[in-house]
């Protein structure tokens, strides 16, 4: 097929996820339960499809039934146990419902991925306190209630107190976040809820360590993805702006997700993981374009 022919920004279908090599051997999380907020679709599809593939059993929830329960008819369609909760984690009284829900019907949690958040491109001046809220709402108040919930239930199950020195944790936390410590402009708010989540998640790492939980982030990269066509074309050169000059792979977050919560990731809390090319360490991404003035490269001639 001509290069020209192809969808860069198409992500893989459910059926090829269903079906890409890993790693890991098919029972890693068996007889373990795995809730992934916004499973519906891109990352979150991905995740819950490789970790319900590794003999998981699925939880998700987000805002559309009808999306959920798509999600929930695929998984089931490769013999994974998966079952959805319709809310929003931008309400706190939602998500200890979801929790109670999970610990009554599975009798707790075993993984726990911050996977659902929202952004949307604009020049800082254009951004309304209610957009603003929204994407800081989602991508940090959303995360630090349902990391709330939960940790509050794992510690009651511990009896509060903490483990013997030395004691191995089995209690992960996964939060899907972005690169930070640089700006990226056109998304300010997104830069500062990521921010504080990967602070949120580092501070709780600490805390949590005793009772056996750890908590870590995955700093996602620009990944094929559909949603990708929402940004303007002046928006496309910062999109490969890696060493590796490429977009990444959906897939590639999910075995990230599983390195992290699984024994291959017991001696890791509080970490960061970029999966992004290397984008953190070359690049600049302008999501509404790089104006004139930055053009270095192609500044002409005085």
Known sequence: MDDQQVDPYRSHSFEELASLSTVYRDDLFADR????????????????????RLGATIVTCGRDPEKL?????????IGVDCWSVPMTIR????????????????????VLVNNAGGQFAAPSLDISPKGW???VETNLYGTWYMMQEAGRRWIADEGGEHRPLGTV????????????????????????????????TKSLALEWAPHGIRANAVAVGVVQSPGLVNYPPEARPSFDHNPQRRLGDVH????????????????????V???????????EYWAIGKPDWYLIDERPEA
């Open 33 to 52: 339960t795995v809730l992934v907020s916004g499973a519906a679709g891109g990352i979150g599809l991905a995740i819950a499809t490789l970790f319900g």
């Open 69 to 77: 329960a798509a999600v929930e008819e695929q998984l089931g369609s």
């Open 91 to 110: 309400e706190p009284d939602q998500v200890a419902d979801l929790m109670d829900r999970v610990w009554e019907r599975q009798g707790g949690l075993d």
């Open 133 to 135: 809220a929204a994407v």
């Open 169 to 200: 944790p089995d209690r992960s936390v996964v939060n899907i976040s972005t690169l930070t410590g640089r700006g990226s402009v056109g998304i300010p708010h997104t830069n500062a809820a990521r921010a504080g989540q990967i602070q949120l």
């Open 252 to 271: 590639d977050i999910a075995q990230a997700a599983v390195y992290l919560s699984a024994s291959s990731g017991d001696y890791i809390t509080g970490t």
């Open 273 to 283: 993981l970029e999966v992004a090319g290397g984008e953190g360490i070359w690049g």
